[in-house]
C-alpha cells in the first residue's frame, strides 16, 4: 500500500508506550522474522548481546515487558511470540503467524560433516523457493545484514577504541595528506599516507579492509568522534602505502596534521536491496491466471522461481546474424553457451569456471544481440566486473585486434552509469557524467548555474530594508533559473541514456535514478554468483530477458552478518536456477581454459567440474623456467608438520596466523626471485587469514627488493591471476581443525589463480586428518608435484 493502514497507525501507537524485550533462548530464524515484522509495521527494532546472550528488543516505551520473566519455555514458541505481538503492540495474531510460516532455508551444516561429492557441486538451499517466503524471508535477512554493517561502523566511531577499529580492519590511524588534486570530472582526489620520520619512501599500511567504492570519513587523529568529519568520500584507490579518497568538498587547510579513516556504513546500497524487494513481492505472476494469458514478466519470474521451465527456441535461431562472430577466436563452448543465450526466451546460465574466457562469451553475447535490435542492460556486483565489461566492448566497438576486420560487427554505444571515483579511468569517457558535460543541454544548465551564481552574489549587496522590491525579483528569477538548470540537467541525461543501446551499471546502480523509467529487451549480469539474489532482482525487472554469466563454485557475495549467512543470505540467483533448471541444461559451461598447466587444473576439474574442463594446447604444459637451472615443479607441497610451525590466535578476533609458515613462505618467494623463474610482480601469495596477511606483509616490509610481491586473502584474489601462487594454510593444531580451508568455493579460487606454478605450504597432519575435501588436495600436489619438508627451508628464514 503507498501510506500506513489504521492496524499499522495503532501498532506505530503501542511501540511508542512499550518496550518488549524478548529472551536471548529464541533462535536466529525467530529474530530474523521479528526484526522484518517491525520494519514492515514501522516498530522500532535492536539486537545486542553476542552468540547465545543475543536479545532482541521491539518497541521503546517506558513500560518494559521482560519476556524472561515469564520463566518457562513455552514463552518462547512461535504462537507465543505471536500472542506476545499482539498483547503488547496490537499486532494482528494472524499477520504474525503468515510471517513465521514462510519456510526457512536450511542452514549450514557443521564443519567437517557435509563434504560435497568428488566431481559435483556443493547442495543448494531453498531452490524451490516460492516469490513470497523469499521476499519476506530475504527482507528479514537483509535487516540483519544492515544491523551488523551499522554496528560495526557505529562501534568504530563509538565504543571501540582507535587502535582496536584498525585491528579489525574499519580505520587506518596515523596517516598525513600528501597529495590533493583533481581533474576526475570535478572531484577532489586526496593521497594518504602513513605519517613517517623518515625521508625514505612511505611504509605500508597495515592490514584493513578497506576497499576501492567504500564510503569513507576522515577525522583529526585524535579528539572526539561525535562530531562532523573533515570530509566523506569514496575510496578511489588502495595502495600498499597509500589510500586514495574522491571528495566533492574540501574546505580550505582542513587536512592538515595527523589524520584517520573510518569506513561508513552504506544505508543507499541497503535501501536499494529493499526496494528491489519489493518490486520482486509485486511483480505479475502466472499462478492466478487460469486462463493462461501469462505476460513477459510473469514469465520471467515464474521460469526464476521454478513455477514453469524456461523456453528455448534453437530451431529458429539465426546464431549468426551478420554471416560470422564479431570475435572469430571463439572455441566451441563459448560459440554453444552464446548460441543457447540467444535461443532463450526468458533465461540463460553462462557457467565460466576459472581461466574459460566467460567475459569473452559474455561480450560477444551482447554484441550478438545488438544486432538483433536489442536494448542492453549489462550489471554486475562490482564496479570492477563492470569496468571489464565495458572496456572489452569499447575495444570491440573500435575494431582493434579481437574484432575480424571487415565483419561489420555493430556499433554499440554505451553508457556507464557511476560515480566516477569508482569507474577505471579508461572508461570514464563512457560514463554518464562525461557524455552529459558535452551535451547542448548540459551546457545551457550551466549557464543556469553561472546566472544563479551572480544573483546570489547581487542578493548579499542589496540592503534589505531599501532594496525590498528588487530582493523579490531576484529571488524569482532565482527560483526559476533553479527550476530550468534541473530541468535542463534531467534532459542532457535523458537524451544520452535514451540514445544509447547498451547501459551499464553495478546491481545497486540500475535502480538509480538516472534509469527509473527505463525497460530493456535483455538484462545481462556478469559474475552473477557473487550477487545477492534481492540486488539481481533489481535489474531483472527491468527486463524481458535475463542471461546470468558467473561461476557458483568460487566465492559467493560477501555477507558482514554471520546469523544471515547461515540463514542463506549468501546463496545466489545463479546457483538457485542451475539447481533447479539443471536437468533441462538452463546453463551452458565453458570447458575450455587459458590460463592453468593441466597439472593445476586437473584437481579443479576432477574436485568440482565433473572432470570436463580442458587445458588450451597454449597453457598445457607451460611452466617457469629459470636462468640455466631448468624448469620449476609446476607443483610443490611444503609440509610444515614436525617443524614447530603452529597456528596462533589475534589477541582480539578469531583470525588466526602462523609466523613460522609466514618465514618458509618468503623463503620460497625467494628461491623462485633467485632461480631467475620469476620476479615479485609475478607471483602471489594466498592466505585465508587477515591475521597472516599481516605477518607476510611485515616480512615483506623489511625486504626492498619484495616491494613489488602481492600478498591478500582470497577474496582479494577473486578475478585475477600470477604466473606463481603461494598458498598458506596457516592452520596447524592437534585437533585437525581446518576453519575456512573446508570450504572447497575458497580452496578452488586460491589453487586456480596460478598459471605456471602453485605451491601449497600447510601441515599435512592437521589439513588431511578430518577433512576429506583438503586431504584429496594434498594428494593431488604429492601424485602430480614435488614434496619437501618445511625443515629444508630453515637455514633460509
Known sequence: SSGPSSADAAVSAAAEEVTVRFPPSLTSRQRAVLHAVAERHGVPHSSSGDGEAR????????????????????????????????????????????????PPPATKTAQGTAEPKRG?????????????????????????????????????????????????????????????????????????????????????????????????????????????????????????????????????GSLEGNLRVERLANETSHRRLVQALDRVGRAPSSAGDPGGNVGVGARLVDAMFGNVPPRFHPATLNPNPNGSWVNPGLDPSQIDAVAWALAAADVALIHGPPGTGKTTAVVEYVQQEIARGARVLCCAASNVAVDNLVERLMRQRRGDATSKPGSGAPRAKIVRIGHPARLLESVLDASLE???????????????????????????????????????????????????????????VDEVIGGSNVICATLSGALSNSLRDQSFDVVVIDEAAQALEAACWGAILKGRKVVLAGDHLQLPPTVMSDEAAKMGLSETLFARVHAKWHGIGVARMLTTQYRMNRHIMQWASDELYEGKLVAADSVAEHRLEGAGTGTTPVLIL???????????????????????????????????????????????????????????????????????????????????????????????????????????????????????????????????????FMQRLVEHFEQHGEYISAAELEDET
Do not use: W
Not at 523457493?129 to 560495526?152: G, H, K, P, W
Not at 543556469?448 to 524569482?476: G, I, V
Not at 573446508?742 to 578430518?770: F, I, K, P
Open 55 to 102: 536479545r532482541i528488543t521491539l518497541g521503546r516505551g517506558a513500560e518494559v515487558v521482560d519476556v524472561d520473566a515469564v520463566g518457562t519455555d513455552a514463552a518462547t514458541t512461535d504462537e507465543a511470540i505471536c500472542e506476545l505481538l499482539e498483547t503488547h503492540l496490537r499486532l494482528s495474531r494472524d499477520d504474525a503467524r503468515r510471517a513465521f510460516d514462510a
Open 120 to 252: 559435483t557441486a556443493p547442495a543448494v538451499k531453498g531452490a524451490d523457493v516460492t516469490v513470497e517466503a523469499f521476499v519476506n524471508r530475504t527482507r528479514a535477512l537483509l535487516e540483519l545484514e544492515r544491523a551488523a554493517e551499522v554496528e560495526q561502523s557505529e562501534a568504530v566511531l563509538k565504543g571501540m577504541r582507535p587502535e582496536t577499529a584498525q585491528r579489525k580492519g574499519r580505520a587506518l590511524l596515523g596517516l598525513r595528506c600528501v597529495d590533493l588534486r583533481g581533474g576526475l570530472l570535478g572531484k577532489t582526489v586526496v593521497t594518504l599516507e602513513l605519517a613517517s620520520r623518515k625521508a625514505a619512501e612511505a611504509p605500508p599500511l597495515p592490514p584493513h579492509k578497506l576497499s576501492p567504492h567504500d564510503m569513507v570519513c576522515v577525522r583529526p587523529g585524535k579528539g572526539d568522534t561525535s562530531g562532523e568529519p573533515l570530509c566523506e568520500g569514496v575510496v578511489y584507490r588502495v595502495r600498499d602505502t597509500a589510500v586514495e579518497i574522491a571528495v566533492d568538498d574540501l574546505p580550505d
Open 434 to 492: 562525461a557524455q552529459v558535460l558535452k551535451s547542448d543541454n548540459s551546457a545551457l544548465a550551466r549557464d543556469c548555474e553561472k546566472e544563479c551564481r551572480e544573483l546570489r552574489r547581487k542578493l548579499l549587496k542589496l540592503d534589505p530594508r531599501k532594496d525590498r522590491a528588487e530582493r523579490n525579483d531576484a529571488r524569482r528569477e532565482l527560483r526559476r533559473l533553479a527550476k530550468e538548470e534541473k530541468a535542463r540537467q534531467r534532459k542532457a
Open 638 to 772: 611444503v609440509d610444515t608438520a614436525g617443524c614447530d610451525m603452529e597456528e596462533h590466535c589475534e589477541e582480539e578476533g578469531d583470525s588466526k596466523d602462523n609466523p613460522g609458515e609466514a618465514a618458509a613462505v618468503m623463503a620460497l618467494v625467494r628461491r623462485l626471485i633467485k632461480s631467475g623463474a620469476a620476479q615479485p610482480e609475478d607471483i602471489g601469495v594466498i592466505t585465508p587469514y587477515s591475521a597472516q596477511v599481516g605477518v607476510l606483509r611485515d616480512l615483506r616490509a623489511a625486504d626492498d627488493n619484495l616491494a613489488k610481491l602481492e600478498i591478500s586473502t582470497v577474496d582479494g584474489f577473486q578475478g585475477r591471476e600470477k604466473e606463481a601462487i603461494i598458498i598458506s594454510a596457516v592452520r596447524s593444531n592437534e585437533q585437525g581443525e581446518v576453519g575456512f580451508l573446508s570450504d572447497a568455493r575458497r580452496m578452488n579460487v586460491a589453487v586456480t589463480r596460478a598459471r605456471r606454478h602453485c605451491c601449497l605450504v600447510c601441515d599435512t597432519e592437521t589439513v588431511g586428518r578430518r577433512d576429506a
